[in-house]
């Protein structure tokens, strides 16, 4: 059995991390796999949303901690040699997630911890099951946050709560994620997986190549200054309105029907 599933439903793509006995931490192996099937997916025109999801009763614990006391038998100077090419693994990760110019839905059942919540993160929508919970961990093992939380989270959080998540390393519970917007949905852990498809169905059936604009606009935002963005504003939308789904949009609001967008 795969420590990476891939399964379809229509134009949905299911990528479930399996490795329920290890709270699906990303070992070495499975971050250089993670990084490909995302490449693959990017590249499928057939996919038109992306679910990510932990497989048995959580999202994902980070990294392998176990596996980490193995290190220990080299010198210090080996052991900073050898972590800062286990951090570098997971940057194609968060680049890939970041570039995908489709929805990437983060599924979040149980524990999203250390490198955990930086995945959920690196999705566009998180659904969390109100049994859920996020930990940055980190401090707990003496080490500080990777996999771009440093980044994400103070601009997600505000640089207080995002201080609060790194140096207390407390759980941070459903309902305090919602309120604090590292989350956009809490629902029933019962309801987890049909509230998760509904969205991602209703995103699917969506115009793809707008979604992927949108996302592409938000996110280089956060490094633009306001007239560069404003340009790229205008060479979005322009591209936009020379493609089909444009036309459809426009025509089903003049004869006010449901629009059937093709993602093209």
């Given at each position: 059995m ?16 399996n ?110 099951a ?135």
């Open positions: 795969s420590d990476l599933e891939v399964t379809r439903q229509g134009s949905i793509a299911i990528l479930t991390a490795r329920p006995e290890a709270r699906n931490a990303l070992s070495l192996e499975m971050r250089a796999r993670l990084t490909d099937v995302l490449h693959d997916l990017e590249q499928d025109d057939s996919v038109r949303c992306l679910v990510l999801r932990g497989a048995g009763d959580h999202f994902m614990a980070g990294g392998d901690v176990k596996g980490m006391a193995d290190t220990f038998k080299s010198t210090p100077e080996q052991i900073r040699k050898q972590y800062m090419l286990r951090i570098h693994d997971l940057h194609p990760i968060m680049f890939a997630m970041r570039r995908m110019p489709k929805p990437i839905i983060a599924q979040v059942a149980g524990a999203a911890a250390g490198a955990g919540v930086s995945v959920a993160l690196s999705c566009d929508l998180v659904v969390a109100d049994t859920s919970f996020f930990s940055l961990a980190y401090a707990n093992i003496g080490t500080s946050p990777d996999g771009s939380a440093t980044f994400q989270l103070p601009r997600t959080l505000g640089i207080k709560r995002a201080l609060e998540m790194a140096l207390l390393a407390d759980r941070i519970d459903a309902k305090k994620a919602l309120d604090w917007g590292l989350v956009n949905f809490v629902v029933p852990a019962a309801q987890l997986e049909a509230e998760t498809m509904k969205i991602a169905t209703r995103l699917a059936n969506g115009p793809t190549f707008v979604y992927g604009q949108a996302k592409k606009l938000m996110y280089q935002s956060l490094q633009r200054d306001f007239e560069a963005q404003l340009q790229a504003e205008g060479e979005a939308f322009a591209a936009c309105a020379a493609r089909a789904d444009f036309r459809e949009g426009v025509m089903a609001f003049v004869e006010k029907r449901k629009p059937t967008f093709t993602g093209k």
